[in-house]
């Protein structure tokens, strides 16, 4: 009897496809300009893991953080005496940044700026001249840059990610009534070991109308909940699910099942020291120790409180070649698709990882730390 063939690891994986639709002008007159080569088709397109421990593997191992903004100056000089003008575009979240460019920021500017992201929640920048290198270069001083295993990358500068609806849509149709790409409240990457700090979109196409991008504050969103009911959260955990679901090794028939990690539901910012709430309707699962009933109840009305409050909300209007640098740590975003890929929309993202989430009970709000009304 002949030998049973050896079976490469490679099918373990699902075999990536080349892409034929058509890059937007704009976005490949940048990449071009960023010596990146494209002759191989874009974007580049890991093999999809198919195998739920193959994907925990990747990051399953506690890594040193520290948060840049944590050693900032606290007045920011550096960074917004050197700025054309500093404009907060609502009273908690959200700030735009003008006359500076990213890619030339010093390390004390950078410091600030985190520091900046995390008091602010999400800071803007338009009219950016920055490559995806660079934008790969300046995430790297927030932290660890998460390689995704499976999202589409810029062929050969690996963790920076590609943000293309159109492209999204060729896999998952999307229309109408069930928008596409990311039009539903989130957090990036809550499922890892060490989730998500700073994320770093820039966007050198948009649509002439609609396409904005919404953020809402984390800070806040605690703020809204009575003192009481803080309480009853404060030290509670969490259970969070990876966006994308994998097979069981040892029992493929069972289904697919997602990365899971338990978390606080209640998080402190390391640079700030403010307490935020840290759930999102499309990956927190349940609240550790509640019956199902209970905990769907609670966190029910957290992301009521988180979405339905417009005023610890920003909503941006992109213009061509504009970045965002906003903390997954307080906040949430929700992509408008409003323009329905009737007009191209293009941008790569980098996120820097953070540190594993922690509480600490004698935190501050943020508005009891700017001596703010508390109630």
């Known amino acids: 009897m002949a030998p049973a063939p050896i079976v490469p690891a490679i099918l373990d994986y699902v075999q ?9 002008a704009t976005a490949r007159a940048r990449l071009e300009k960023a010596g990146i080569d ?22 399953n191992e506690d890594r040193e953080h520290v948060d840049p903004g944590s050693r900032a100056d606290p007045e920011k000089k550096a960074l917004l005496g050197a700025a054309e003008k500093v404009i907060h575009l609502t009273k908690h ?12 920021l ?26 995806p290198q660079q934008q790969k270069e300046l995430g790297q001083w927030f932290g660890e840059i998460e390689v995704h295993p499976q999202v589409p990358q810029v062929p050969g500068v690996e963790g920076v990610t590609v943000i293309w609806p159109e492209l999204q849509a060729t896999e998952n149709e ?10 539903r409240w989130h957090t990036d990457l809550v499922h890892e070991k060490q989730p998500a700090g700073v994320t770093h979109l820039h966007n050198d196409t948009v649509p002439e109308v609609g396409g904005d991008t919404l953020w809402a504050s984390g800070y806040s969103a605690y703020e809204k909940l009575s003192p009481e009911f803080r309480k009853l959260i404060d030290g509670k955990q969490a259970i969070y699910r ?20 338990v978390h606080p539901l209640v998080r402190v910012h390391p640079a700030t020291g403010w307490k935020a709430l840290w759930v999102n309707r499309a990956m927190t699962v349940s609240i550790v120790g509640l019956d199902k009933a209970e905990s769907d109840l ?13 005023d610890i909300q920003v909503r941006f209007k992109w213009t061509p070649r504009t970045s965002a640098l906003w903390d997954n740590r307080i906040t949430i975003h929700n992509a408008s698709w409003d323009y329905e890929n009737s007009e191209p929309r293009h941008g790569t993202r980098v996120t820097s990882l953070a540190e594993k989430p922690f509480f600490k009970a004698d935190a501050p709000t943020r508005r009891e730390a700017l001596g703010l009304v508390s109630q």
Do not use: C, M, W
């Open 16 to 24: 990536p496809r080349k892409d034929t639709l058509a890059l937007p």
């Open 38 to 59: 494209l002759s191989n088709g874009y974007p580049y397109r890991p093999a999809k893991p198919l195998y739920l421990d193959d994907v925990i593997a990747i990051r």
């Open 93 to 104: 979240i959200g700030t735009e940044i003008v006359g500076l460019q990213l890619k030339d």
């Open 106 to 131: 010093t390390a004390q500017q950078k410091d600030e700026l985190g520091l900046l992201i995390a008091e602010r929640s999400v800071v803007f920048f338009r009219d950016q001249d920055i490559t």
């Open 174 to 183: 999307a229309n109408f009534r069930r928008p596409g790409g990311a039009s």
């Open 242 to 261: 990876s966006a994308h679901p994998y097979l069981d090794r040892n029992d493929p028939t069972a289904g697919p099942k997602y990365v899971e990690r």
């Open 298 to 310: 609670i966190l029910g009305y957290l992301y009521d409180v988180y979405e339905r409050n417009v």
